[in-house]
């Protein structure tokens, strides 16, 4: 543990951001599952794609996700999307 003051705070800081960036990470991957269970099963798919979307913009926002990482998790959605509705 560290003993000057300001170190303290950072370690309690980090804990604090590290456990709600796990919530939020945790919450975009059940965003994921459920868009892709919606896609396969057909039922009220566009809303929850938009949503699912959005989740994802918000995470690279944020810098949960790495704007990368973003657009391919959007490009592979999109695209079963739109095999699907074929």
């Known amino acids: 543990m560290p003993n000057i003051k300001s170190a303290i705070k950072r370690v309690n800081v980090t804990k604090t951001k590290t456990l709600k960036n ?4 945790s919450a975009l991957k059940t965003s994921i599952k459920k868009c ?6 057909g039922a ?17 926002a944020k810098r ?13 959605l999109a695209k079963a999307m ?3 509705a074929q």
């Open 82 to 84: 739109n095999k699907a």
């Open 36 to 41: 892709k269970a919606a896609i396969d099963s």
């Open 64 to 76: 949960l996700i790495h704007k990368n990482t973003a657009a391919r998790k959007k490009s592979r």
């Open 44 to 60: 009220n798919t566009k809303a929850v794609f938009n949503d699912t979307m959005s989740a994802i913009d918000k995470a690279a």
């Open 22 to 25: 796990v919530v939020r990470k």
